[in-house]
């Protein structure tokens, strides 16, 4: 099938331990704000930081009224053409588990709302979109929604697509991440030579990509993929997969490499991540040197949500054409590589957007300032 149309981001909210909206998410990042939280709740005889959403309100609640604000703000009438895409690698599972502590028992547990499709069944009932489809690749989910957005656009399947990526806090995960080892006592401090590991976190993340831009807009220019295979749950030590993803990203984008200005990272804070990723952006880009952070030293790592909420924080720098900030490098791992401590102001036109996940899953989304048709 011919590709010939382009796939715009034309409007995202968000909502994270960063901010209960995009504003306050970005001005978080840029301000370099403190938004993790020390907790002793999860695990055992351990006190993690974590990355924990600060309101009243339920996280369902939180899903419904953020996909609202999105659609209300689009020049939808209805959602009879509009395909949902969740992206999710917890699902419903913490609804799950408040049930099973609360009762000590799985009697009162409804399987219906636990699956990964179980969000999705949630939103479709109440906003009635034409069809549904849900992605659970671990940390590249909802990277993988918004490349499929990408696709189902290009090739006129769609005119109208909610990719939604989206995980709350759990215990399964946030216990199954310290049974790695891998979890951090402190905020992340993702390419820090010093860094102890990363911050589970929650999020919401909606964006509307359509095939007609409107004001303002990002268009989501290129999705490039690989699977290394290297192990089951660390990366390829040289950053092969992610390597891959990033030149597949760029080819698919049909742009020429040096004109990326900002790589906003993967960057958990494990050893082993951000060593390999940093590996693959120096094969990568040999004649120029992009600007570099991670945003998950604001927002902690939203895993399902990651790819999603990271390509609205790249959507918000190119809009405002500003380069977001890491929070803490005092010693980076490496020499070779231009790390943005503050938020620098400059000319952008394009970003790359890397989500990397268990398995060697790799993902990559290019984004660029819409210009003339």
């Known amino acids: 099938m011919t590709i010939n149309k382009k796939a715009y981001i034309n409007n995202y909210e968000a909502v994270s331990c960063a901010g209960l909206d995009t504003t306050q998410l970005f001005a978080s990042i840029c301000e370099k704000k403190d ?21 009243d309100e339920e996280f369902n609640t939180l899903l419904l009224n953020t996909c609202s604000k999105v659609l209300k703000q689009s020049n939808l009438e209805n959602y009879d053409d509009t395909l949902l895409i969740v992206g999710s690698s917890v699902g419903g599972m913490n609804q799950t588990e408040e049930i099973f502590f609360k009762d000590k028992s799985y009697e009162n547990i409804d399987y219906k709302k636990h699956p990964i499709d179980a969000i999705a069944y949630l939103l479709k009932q109440k906003f009635s979109f034409y069809d549904d489809i849900s992605f659970s690749t671990a940390c590249t989910s909802s990277a993988n929604a ?3 957005a990408k696709e189902v656009i290009n090739k006129g399947i769609y005119k109208n697509v909610l990719v939604v990526g989206v995980d709350a806090l759990s215990y399964t995960t946030v216990c199954g991440f310290s049974a790695l080892s891998v979890l951090s006592s402190k905020p992340c401090t993702p390419f820090e030579k010093e860094r102890e590991g990363m911050n589970v976190a929650e999020a919401i993340a909606v964006l509307l ?7 303002n807009c990002i268009e989501l220019c290129g999705a490039g993929y690989s699977s290394d295979a290297h192990h089951m749950t660390q990366p390829h030590p040289e950053g092969e997969g992610a390597l891959e993803a990033m030149q597949n990203a760029i080819t698919n984008a049909n742009i020429n490499k040096d004109l990326i200005s900002y790589i906003n990272a993967h960057g958990t804070g494990t050893m082993a991540n951000d060593s390999s990723e940093l590996n693959a952006i120096s094969k990568l880009f040999t004649n120029t040197s992009p600007y570099v952070s991670s945003t998950k030293s604001f ?3 939203t895993l399902g949500a990651a790819g999603a909420i990271e390509a609205i924080i790249s959507c918000m720098a190119l809009q405002e054409q500003i380069i977001p900030p890491s929070k803490d490098i005092q ?25 990397f996940a268990f398995g060697g899953n790799n993902t990559s989304i290019l984004l660029g300032v819409c210009g003339e048709d």
């Open 35 to 55: 938004c993790i939280s020390i907790d002793n709740h999860y695990v055992q005889e351990r006190e993690v930081a974590i990355g924990k959403i600060n309101s």
């Open 146 to 148: 918004l490349g499929y």
């Open 209 to 215: 990509i359509q095939d007609e831009k409107q004001e």
């Open 299 to 301: 927002t902690g790592h």
């Open 331 to 355: 010693n980076p791992e490496r020499e070779d590589i231009s790390f943005s401590n503050e938020p620098i102001k400059q000319e952008i036109k394009y970003i790359l957007s890397n989500s």
